[in-house]
């Protein structure tokens, strides 16, 4: 019986871990589609700085939704 919950207790564990890594993919991920989206800007022939207010303007749009 020790055994069983020991064994519980472990699984319990790797999820969180898993939970918690699949967490920080996430937010690698939407870093890299935020720097995709800003050097397509950039490659469409927007300046620096416009394609930073652009990439600006899209977040700042998806966070009031």
Do not use: C, H, P
């Given at each position: 019986?020790?055994?069983?919950r020991?064994?519980?207790?472990?699984?319990?564990?790797?999820?969180?871990?898993?939970?918690?890594?699949?967490?920080?993919?996430?937010?690698?991920?939407?870093?890299?589609?935020?720097?995709?989206?800003?050097?397509?800007?950039?490659?469409?022939?927007?300046?620096?700085?416009?394609?930073?207010?652009?990439?600006e303007?899209?977040?700042?749009?998806?966070?009031?939704k």
């Amino acid at each position: 019986m020790a055994k069983s919950r020991e064994l519980t207790a472990q699984i319990a564990e790797l999820n969180a871990k898993r939970a918690e890594a699949r967490k920080a993919e996430q937010y690698d991920e939407m870093a890299t589609d935020l720097r995709n989206l800003y050097a397509s800007y950039v490659a469409a022939g927007f300046t620096e700085e416009q394609a930073w207010k652009l990439t600006e303007i899209v977040v700042t749009n998806a966070a009031k939704k």
